[in-house]
């Protein structure tokens, strides 16, 4: 895996610059289908807001299964994890992923090798294959795909946290990488001022966001 330097954003939070471009996390993918004003009062503007219950959950959970995992493990490359899944099925939790092509980093719950294909595990809250959360699973694949000189197909799912329920799956084909590097695009021209960031026209979601009360575009409840 190559390494390249990194240093932060000047102005952008998380943002960072790896090879002379902006380089930004991919669960913004999932804010992004929820909200993208989200990620400008956070990010641009440097707002900051106590993480929401399920936020301070889903870490605390993430840390459990992770401990886990741990624990009978089996410390390894990644070239040498590719070789082994050649012949036989491996798993590896809170797997990095990072694109300098495509300017996107992040790390994937859960990953499946096996002879015949990947499968690119994200866990979620829940059981509703929510847009937001299949572009951000799926932006994992492209981040993943763009690591690997290989011809095995490339699965997106989404679980249960928690659980074994995949409620979600499908492959990363060419349509889906099509409109998961689009969507990326234009992440990346919202950070340069290409684009103006758009707020959600849905209510519901407004009452749920934790910047309601400091957000200027909200909706009336």
Not at 145 to 170: C, E, F, H, P
Request: aromatic share 10%; charged share 25%; hydrophobic share 35%.
């Amino acid at each position: 895996m190559k390494n390249s330097r990194s240093i932060p954003h000047p102005t952008i939070s998380q943002v960072k610059i790896i090879d002379n471009r902006n380089n930004f996390p991919i669960s913004w993918l999932n804010k992004q289908g929820f909200c993208e004003y989200g990620i400008y009062l956070e990010n641009v503007r440097g707002i900051e807001v106590k993480p929401t219950k399920a936020m301070v959950q889903g870490t605390v959970e993430h840390a459990v299964l992770e401990a886990d995992f741990k624990e009978g493990a089996q410390p390894a490359t990644f070239e040498k994890m590719l070789e082994t899944s050649e012949t036989s099925e491996i798993l590896s939790r809170e797997f990095p992923v990072i694109s300098s092509k495509y300017g996107i980093r992040g790390f994937i719950d859960e990953v499946w090798m096996t002879p015949d294909e990947f499968m690119i595990i994200d866990d979620k809250p829940g059981t509703v294959a929510y847009y937001s959360s299949i572009n951000q699973v799926y932006g994992y694949c492209l981040a993943f795909k763009d690591m690997v000189d290989d011809d095995r197909k490339i699965i997106g799912a989404l679980r249960q946290r928690g659980t074994d329920n995949v409620y979600w799956s499908a492959y990363f084909n060419n349509e889906a990488e099509i409109n998961t590097i689009n969507l990326v695009n234009r992440v990346h021209e919202l950070l340069v001022g290409k684009r103006e960031f758009v707020s959600t026209k849905n209510p519901n979601k407004c009452r749920g966001c934790r910047f309601n009360s400091l957000c200027d575009k909200r909706l009336d409840f």
